[in-house]
Protein backbone atom coordinates (compact mmCIF):
# COMPACT_ATOMS: atom_id res chain seq x y z
CA UNK A 1 0.00 0.00 0.00
CA UNK A 2 1.68 3.22 -0.94
CA UNK A 3 2.15 6.35 1.47
CA UNK A 4 -1.05 8.15 -0.16
CA UNK A 5 -3.48 5.21 0.01
CA UNK A 6 -2.48 4.61 3.98
CA UNK A 7 -3.17 8.97 4.13
CA UNK A 8 -6.48 8.13 2.90
CA UNK A 9 -7.50 5.50 5.28
CA UNK A 10 -6.48 7.40 8.47
CA UNK A 11 -9.05 9.03 10.84
CA UNK A 12 -6.88 12.12 11.67
CA UNK A 13 -6.05 12.86 7.88
CA UNK A 14 -9.75 12.48 6.98
CA UNK A 15 -10.38 15.22 9.44
CA UNK A 16 -7.76 17.81 7.52
CA UNK A 17 -8.24 16.76 3.95
CA UNK A 18 -10.99 18.84 2.79
CA UNK A 19 -10.09 21.95 4.55
CA UNK A 20 -6.43 22.33 4.47
CA UNK A 21 -4.27 19.34 2.58
CA UNK A 22 -6.94 19.50 -0.38
CA UNK A 23 -6.65 23.11 -1.38
CA UNK A 24 -3.30 23.53 -1.27
CA UNK A 25 -2.44 19.95 -3.00
CA UNK A 26 -5.55 21.69 -5.36
CA UNK A 27 -3.71 25.07 -6.17
CA UNK A 28 -0.58 22.37 -6.44
CA UNK A 29 -2.02 21.34 -9.76
CA UNK A 30 -1.96 24.54 -11.30
CA UNK A 31 2.16 25.16 -10.20
CA UNK A 32 1.02 28.30 -8.01
CA UNK A 33 -1.89 29.53 -10.53
CA UNK A 34 -5.50 29.66 -9.66
CA UNK A 35 -7.27 27.73 -13.07
CA UNK A 36 -7.35 24.58 -11.40
CA UNK A 37 -9.12 26.27 -8.25
CA UNK A 38 -11.31 28.48 -10.90
CA UNK A 39 -12.17 25.52 -12.99
CA UNK A 40 -13.27 23.71 -9.97
CA UNK A 41 -15.56 26.76 -8.72
CA UNK A 42 -17.14 26.67 -12.49
CA UNK A 43 -17.64 22.73 -11.87
CA UNK A 44 -19.41 22.93 -8.34
CA UNK A 45 -21.74 25.23 -9.76
CA UNK A 46 -22.67 23.31 -12.64
CA UNK A 47 -23.16 20.33 -10.53
CA UNK A 48 -25.43 22.39 -8.09
CA UNK A 49 -27.94 23.03 -11.25
CA UNK A 50 -31.34 22.49 -10.89
CA UNK A 51 -32.46 18.95 -12.19
CA UNK A 52 -33.93 15.30 -11.40
CA UNK A 53 -30.61 13.30 -11.44
CA UNK A 54 -29.23 10.34 -10.01
CA UNK A 55 -25.37 11.19 -9.10
CA UNK A 56 -22.10 8.89 -8.12
CA UNK A 57 -19.08 10.16 -6.71
CA UNK A 58 -16.50 7.62 -6.93
CA UNK A 59 -13.88 7.94 -4.12
CA UNK A 60 -16.02 10.93 -2.73
CA UNK A 61 -13.46 11.12 0.03
CA UNK A 62 -15.07 13.31 2.96
CA UNK A 63 -17.69 14.13 0.73
CA UNK A 64 -15.84 17.49 -1.01
CA UNK A 65 -18.16 17.71 -3.49
CA UNK A 66 -21.62 16.17 -1.90
CA UNK A 67 -23.19 19.36 -1.13
CA UNK A 68 -22.82 20.81 -4.62
CA UNK A 69 -23.45 17.82 -6.53
CA UNK A 70 -26.86 17.12 -3.95
CA UNK A 71 -28.12 20.83 -3.49
CA UNK A 72 -30.01 21.66 -6.75
CA UNK A 73 -31.42 17.80 -6.96
CA UNK A 74 -35.55 17.74 -7.32
CA UNK A 75 -37.90 15.03 -7.65
CA UNK A 76 -36.53 11.67 -7.20
CA UNK A 77 -32.57 13.39 -7.58
CA UNK A 78 -30.44 11.48 -5.19
CA UNK A 79 -26.43 11.84 -4.80
CA UNK A 80 -24.21 8.64 -3.57
CA UNK A 81 -20.77 8.96 -2.53
CA UNK A 82 -18.79 6.23 -3.06
CA UNK A 83 -15.20 5.79 -1.38
CA UNK A 84 -13.16 2.47 -0.34
CA UNK A 85 -11.75 4.54 3.17
CA UNK A 86 -13.72 3.81 5.72
CA UNK A 87 -12.59 6.75 7.65
CA UNK A 88 -13.13 8.97 4.73
CA UNK A 89 -17.37 7.59 4.74
CA UNK A 90 -17.44 8.23 8.47
CA UNK A 91 -15.98 12.03 7.99
CA UNK A 92 -18.39 12.46 4.97
CA UNK A 93 -21.18 11.02 7.03
CA UNK A 94 -20.74 13.69 9.50
CA UNK A 95 -20.40 16.42 7.12
CA UNK A 96 -22.79 15.94 4.96
CA UNK A 97 -26.45 15.43 5.72
CA UNK A 98 -29.42 15.42 3.63
CA UNK A 99 -32.61 12.98 3.06
CA UNK A 100 -31.03 13.14 -0.91
CA UNK A 101 -27.43 12.02 0.03
CA UNK A 102 -26.05 8.92 0.87
CA UNK A 103 -22.41 6.86 1.17
CA UNK A 104 -21.72 3.32 0.27
CA UNK A 105 -18.68 1.70 0.76
CA UNK A 106 -16.91 -0.01 -1.89
CA UNK A 107 -14.50 -0.62 -5.00
CA UNK A 108 -14.74 1.31 -7.43
CA UNK A 109 -13.33 -1.62 -9.80
CA UNK A 110 -16.40 -3.44 -8.75
CA UNK A 111 -19.43 -1.12 -8.46
CA UNK A 112 -21.98 -2.44 -6.38
CA UNK A 113 -24.61 -0.76 -9.21
CA UNK A 114 -26.69 -1.76 -11.95
CA UNK A 115 -25.77 -0.92 -15.77
CA UNK A 116 -27.29 2.43 -16.65
CA UNK A 117 -28.54 3.64 -13.03
CA UNK A 118 -27.10 7.07 -12.59
CA UNK A 119 -27.31 10.00 -14.96
CA UNK A 120 -23.95 12.12 -13.58
CA UNK A 121 -20.88 9.78 -12.51
CA UNK A 122 -17.57 11.69 -11.24
CA UNK A 123 -14.24 10.88 -9.92
CA UNK A 124 -12.12 13.74 -8.92
CA UNK A 125 -8.85 14.08 -7.43
CA UNK A 126 -8.58 10.60 -6.98
CA UNK A 127 -8.35 8.51 -9.94
CA UNK A 128 -4.46 8.75 -10.36
CA UNK A 129 -4.11 7.35 -6.00
CA UNK A 130 -6.56 4.30 -7.44
CA UNK A 131 -4.63 1.40 -8.60
CA UNK A 132 -4.80 0.02 -11.47
CA UNK A 133 -7.48 3.06 -12.05
CA UNK A 134 -8.21 2.32 -16.26
CA UNK A 135 -10.56 -0.44 -15.66
CA UNK A 136 -12.48 2.15 -13.31
CA UNK A 137 -13.39 4.51 -16.72
CA UNK A 138 -15.02 1.09 -17.90
CA UNK A 139 -17.37 0.59 -14.61
CA UNK A 140 -18.23 4.49 -14.84
CA UNK A 141 -19.24 3.94 -18.16
CA UNK A 142 -20.96 0.80 -17.30
CA UNK A 143 -23.62 2.28 -14.57
CA UNK A 144 -23.41 5.40 -16.55
CA UNK A 145 -27.12 6.06 -17.96
CA UNK A 146 -27.66 6.32 -21.91
CA UNK A 147 -27.19 10.12 -22.20
CA UNK A 148 -25.62 10.41 -18.72
CA UNK A 149 -22.44 11.89 -17.86
CA UNK A 150 -18.56 11.24 -17.28
CA UNK A 151 -16.48 13.59 -15.21
CA UNK A 152 -13.10 13.13 -13.91
CA UNK A 153 -10.18 15.29 -12.67
CA UNK A 154 -6.73 13.91 -12.26
CA UNK A 155 -3.21 14.39 -13.30
CA UNK A 156 -2.01 14.93 -16.84
CA UNK A 157 1.44 14.46 -18.15
CA UNK A 158 2.05 18.33 -19.04
CA UNK A 159 4.69 20.83 -18.06
CA UNK A 160 6.81 19.75 -14.80
CA UNK A 161 4.97 16.56 -15.04
CA UNK A 162 5.81 15.98 -18.46
CA UNK A 163 9.90 16.43 -17.45
CA UNK A 164 12.23 13.22 -17.44
CA UNK A 165 11.80 11.56 -14.06
CA UNK A 166 8.10 12.95 -12.93
CA UNK A 167 6.48 9.39 -13.44
CA UNK A 168 9.29 8.34 -10.50
CA UNK A 169 8.94 10.85 -8.52
CA UNK A 170 5.52 10.85 -8.12
CA UNK A 171 4.81 6.67 -7.98
CA UNK A 172 7.54 7.31 -4.97
CA UNK A 173 4.20 8.39 -2.96
CA UNK A 174 1.43 6.55 -5.15
CA UNK A 175 0.73 8.58 -7.43
CA UNK A 176 0.10 8.16 -11.35
CA UNK A 177 0.15 10.77 -13.73
CA UNK A 178 -2.07 9.93 -16.57
CA UNK A 179 -0.85 10.49 -20.26
CA UNK A 180 -2.74 13.51 -21.96
CA UNK A 181 -4.64 11.16 -24.43
CA UNK A 182 -5.02 8.25 -22.11
CA UNK A 183 -8.36 9.10 -20.54
CA UNK A 184 -9.58 10.17 -23.91
CA UNK A 185 -8.40 7.23 -25.51
CA UNK A 186 -10.36 4.57 -23.46
CA UNK A 187 -13.07 6.68 -23.24
CA UNK A 188 -13.34 6.62 -26.88
CA UNK A 189 -12.52 2.85 -26.84
CA UNK A 190 -15.84 2.54 -24.75
CA UNK A 191 -18.00 4.57 -27.04
CA UNK A 192 -18.02 7.72 -25.24
CA UNK A 193 -19.07 10.54 -27.04
CA UNK A 194 -18.96 14.72 -26.45
CA UNK A 195 -15.27 14.15 -25.20
CA UNK A 196 -13.90 17.64 -23.87
CA UNK A 197 -10.32 17.92 -21.89
CA UNK A 198 -8.78 20.78 -20.38
CA UNK A 199 -5.73 20.91 -19.16
CA UNK A 200 -4.73 22.96 -15.71
CA UNK A 201 -1.02 23.22 -14.67
CA UNK A 202 -0.43 19.39 -14.33
CA UNK A 203 -4.27 18.13 -13.82
CA UNK A 204 -7.40 17.41 -16.19
CA UNK A 205 -10.34 17.84 -16.38
CA UNK A 206 -12.51 15.45 -18.83
CA UNK A 207 -15.64 15.63 -19.32
CA UNK A 208 -17.69 12.86 -21.45
CA UNK A 209 -21.28 11.56 -22.59
CA UNK A 210 -22.25 7.82 -22.87
CA UNK A 211 -24.00 7.57 -26.19
CA UNK A 212 -28.33 7.81 -26.19
CA UNK A 213 -30.03 3.96 -27.30
Not at 78 to 90: E, H, N, Q
Not at 166 to 183: K, S, V, W
Amino acid sequence: MSIAQRAMGNRAFSLVYEKAWRPIFTRGFSLGGSSTADYDRALRAYLARPGDRRVLDIACGPGNYSRDAASGLTDEGRYVGLDFSAAMLAQASRDNRGERIAFVRGDAHRLPFADDTFDTVLCLAALYLIPDPLPVLDEMMRVCAPGGEIIVFTSARASVAALPGADLAAGLIGLRIFGRDELLSRLSALGADHREQTITGVGQYVHARKPKE
